[in-house]
């Protein structure tokens, strides 16, 4: 099974020393989306596609989270640890 809520804190302690790397935010973002927590997912896709503003693959995902939020603002269809199959699924 996946371990969703390490993950996320792998990615979130990643991005401290990171130095503004936009993969690991972008991680950290796809790690909150995986789990339901798509507001979070945004904030942090934000931060990532400052960090790359040149970047379609960011910008991209930024675009799908918003999305899925536009779709489901209060989150009833997503489970807070559920297994999504969002933009981030694929992998980073």
């Known amino acids: 099974g996946q ?20 993969d ?8 909150y989306f995986a789990r339901g927590m798509v507001p979070r997912a945004i904030r942090w896709q934000e ?5 790359a503003p040149h970047s379609d693959r960011y910008r991209d995902e930024l675009v799908a989270y918003r999305a ?8 009833l269809r997503r489970s807070r640890r559920g297994t999504s199959s969002g933009p981030a699924a694929g992998g980073q």
């Open 24 to 31: 690991v935010i972008s991680t950290l973002a796809a790690c």
């Open 68 to 75: 899925a939020h536009e779709d489901d603002p209060h989150g």
């Open 3 to 22: 371990d969703l809520e390490g993950a996320t804190r792998a990615a979130l302690r990643a991005t401290v020393y990171s130095d503004d790397d936009p």
């Open 47 to 51: 931060k990532a596609v400052a960090a």
